[in-house]
């Protein structure tokens, strides 16, 4: 699928090279891209190439194209920053091949950073009321996690037959725990590891083995777990405490002035290219129709 876009063609490959450039992003942050996100990445794809189609376009009405000379120049520092050529390949996934690319992608990028700087101005620090407002509207990303506190009794077999010894030895503790019995006399009765903190305190999830972390953030404060096996042996859980997620105070936030910068931003480049596309002209229409035109 092409497009006409103001009366310029922008053809099926700008689209599917778009498509690779973005699945290569997201593979080179670790995140998988398989075939069931296709769609939403074609998608992407398809309103980037727009975007900054209408972005482009007004700039070079306003200004003309970038100069070489600049788009060189920023090649250069770009190379500079990464610690050398070599590096600069190696940290962005290019290859010396990619040259006349790499000059397109910042010769777009030098259009479009003098546009919206121009049309949307110099950002502006936020003041304590707009600060204050961002934060209370977006509060439930700002909260601290849930916490549990954690008393344990474990018991480390010395060999595979021992491990049954142990498992059966445990079941019957858990009994008396289960009827009633102190959880930290029964620890220190029959736990293995005498070096052993029996009050493990709060743990967030995380930092702790995944094993662990199911079965404890599943629990009440004062229940006690059933056997649970990790490498190291089996345990015992009893949850003493817990700390539900409650707001951090917008004062301990790094960043939060920062990031309703970036938002307004975001925002107010949303509103632009909408304005764009309310008064430009975006036609789908098939490649081979272009190519007979």
Partial sequence: MAYIINGEHIGDQVIEDEFESIKDHYESIGEAVCCD???EIRNLSHENVIN?????????????EAEEAAVEKRFEEMITEHGGEQNFYDNTGFNPGDVSLIRRKLKSRLMIDRLLEDELGKETPATDEELNKF????????????????????????SQEAAKEAFIALRAVRQELLQGKDFDEA???????????????FMKQGETMPEVEAITFSMNIDEISPIVATHYGFHLFKVTGRKEPE???SEEIEGLSERYVAEQKAKAIDDYIKHLRENGSVEEVAESATEED
Avoid at 187 to 201: T, V
């Fill in 37 to 39: 996100r296709d769609e």
């Fill in 52 to 64: 900054r189609t209408l972005l482009e376009q007004k700039s070079i009405s306003k200004y003309g």
């Fill in 135 to 158: 934060y209370q509207e977006n509060i439930e990303n700002y909260m601290s996690e849930e916490e549990v506190r954690v008393s344990q009794i474990f018991i480390e077999p010395a």
């Fill in 187 to 201: 620890a220190r009765e029959h736990g293995s590891d005498g070096d052993r903190d029996i009050d493990l305190g």
């Fill in 247 to 249: 707001p951090v105070p």
